[in-house]
Structures are given as structure tokens and as C-alpha cells.
């Protein structure tokens, strides 16, 4: 027996799959920045923690948000957070911005590094 189904229905269940790939994905990007971000920054707009919010960040330019102290390094570094350079600042961030003050290792993990972006990319 062959089971045909309708286009309507065939559709509701791409969106359906999709949404649940969708909503994995957001929370393996939430669980993500938790593990790595969250101890110092939020993705709520205008709060500050010891670092900077990062609602916002993917079109950015660096030392850019009101009411923080930036160092130096990171507010003349002319560098506009795209998706390319907030991945190699997640791998090492003393590395890609030599003086910033943030004291953190790095995201070495591939897959969380990439993760947490699309969650930055969604904080809009």
C-alpha cells in the first residue's frame, strides 16, 4: 500500500522538522554561551557585566558599547565583529586582539564556538 500525501501536509512536516532542528540548535547555542560567556556577559541590551553586553555583537564594531571601559586595545582595534573574526576572537581572544583585557582562554571547541554564534546571531 502506497500512502500519498497532500503538499499541505508534506510542508507542515518540513517546518515541523526544521523547527525542531531550529530549536536545538538555539539551545545547543544557549547552553554554550552559559558554558563560556554568561559568567561575564548577557545578550540583554544595555547590561553590562564585568564584560560588555553582547545583544548585538555580529555587525559591531569593537569597544563600541555605551558604558563600558574597553581597553585600548579592543576600542582602537578598528575591528567590526563579523562571523569570520568573532570565531578566530572565540578561539583565542589575547591572540586576535593582542592588549584586550578580557581573561579568557578561548572556545577550542569547534562545534561550541560555532554554536554560540549563532546565538549571538540571533541576540538582536
Do not use: W
Not at 568573532?86 to 569547534?110: C, H, Q, S
Amino acid at each position: 500500500m502506497r500512502i500519498v500525501f497532500p503538499a499541505a501536509v508534506a510542508a507542515c512536516l518540513v517546518v515541523l522538522a526544521f523547527g525542531s532542528f531550529a530549536a536545538r540548535a538555539d539551545e545547543a547555542g544557549e547552553k554554550a554561551f552559559k558554558k563560556n560567556c554568561a559568567t561575564c556577559h548577557t545578550i540583554e541590551a544595555g547590561k553590562n557585566r564585568v564584560g560588555p553586553s553582547l545583544h548585538g555583537i555580529i555587525g559591531r564594531p569593537a569597544g563600541q558599547v555605551a558604558g563600558f571601559k574597553y581597553s585600548d586595545a579592543n576600542a582602537k582595534s578598528g575591528v567590526v565583529f563579523d562571523e569570520k573574526f568573532l570565531d578566530t576572537y572565540l578561539t583565542d581572544p589575547k591572540a586576535a586582539m593582542p592588549g584586550n583585557k578580557m581573561v579568557f582562554n578561548g572556545v577550542k571547541n569547534e562545534q561550541e564556538r560555532k554554536a554560540v554564534i549563532e546565538y549571538l546571531k540571533a541576540a538582536k
